[in-house]
């Protein structure tokens, strides 16, 4: 059973757009949800996280919105560098991170000049 | 030079034979894990292991084995009994304070 839902499966903005990736969950056990961010042939690294205590957060480019009674969230991606193309996972997990993660099935995201 | 190294990069083995896929971290975590990447599927988790000698399987655990016999290791065999073991393995350490995994760079694995 999958509980993270990530869309799109790839998406492809111009340099300086929005990046929106949006991801749905099931279990409302879940209080941890962070974004990870892989290059190919590369492990994924930490993008950022949020726990649903805020709605908001923001980092640099990146942002994370969460809506708590539609079990979602999205990633932002503002002002979009081609250094920005990789796969973004989303990925969530109860216990305030403790417990296992599970992830979303990602997003190719292409950034063109 | 601190974090988690994955060793091979690349592997190939026939149909057939067991394999062992290594993890090591100088970071001095508590938890690894390790999860199995096919394309278009994310990640999913094989094994984790929050302490020295306890692990728990994970979702797609029927053919893999694991140990953790030390702090910093946390091996991985692919068996025979694994029908599609063809993949990209990562290996990924938490510490108990955070919740952040740290992912290492993974083991591209091929049954030929």
């Known amino acids: 059973q999958q509980q993270v839902k990530q869309s799109p499966q790839s998406l492809i903005v111009q340099k300086g757009g929005i990046s929106i990736i949006n991801c749905a969950y099931e279990?409302?056990?879940?209080?941890?949800f962070p974004w990870y961010q892989q290059f190919p042939g590369k492990g994924p690294a930490l993008l950022i996280a949020i726990r649903p205590d805020v709605s908001e957060k923001k980092e640099g480019r990146f942002t994370i919105s969460f809506n708590k009674s539609a079990k979602q969230f999205s990633l932002h991606i503002m002002d979009s560098q081609p250094g920005d193309s990789a796969t973004y996972f989303c990925a969530a997990s109860s216990n305030f991170g403790n417990e296992k993660l599970t992830f979303g099935t990602g997003t190719r995201l292409t950034i063109i000049p | 030079d601190g974090g988690i190294t994955q060793s091979p990069k690349y592997l190939f083995r026939k149909e057939g034979q067991n394999v062992t896929l290594s993890c090591e971290q100088n970071?001095?975590?508590?938890?690894m894990y390790w999860y199995r990447q096919d394309p278009g599927q994310g990640l999913r988790l094989i094994y984790y292991s929050q302490i020295v000698n306890d692990f728990q399987k994970g979702d797609i655990a029927e053919g893999y084995s694991v140990s953790r016999e030390k702090k910093e290791s946390f091996p991985l065999t692919v068996t025979s009994a694994q029908k599609n073991p063809t993949a990209f393995y990562l290996c990924?350490?938490?510490?108990?304070?955070?919740?952040?995994?740290?992912f290492g760079p993974g083991t591209r694995l091929t049954v030929l």
């Open positions: 279990n409302t056990a879940f209080d941890y």
């Open positions: 990924a350490s938490r510490t108990g304070s955070t919740d952040t995994q740290y």
């Open positions: 970071l001095n975590h508590d938890a």
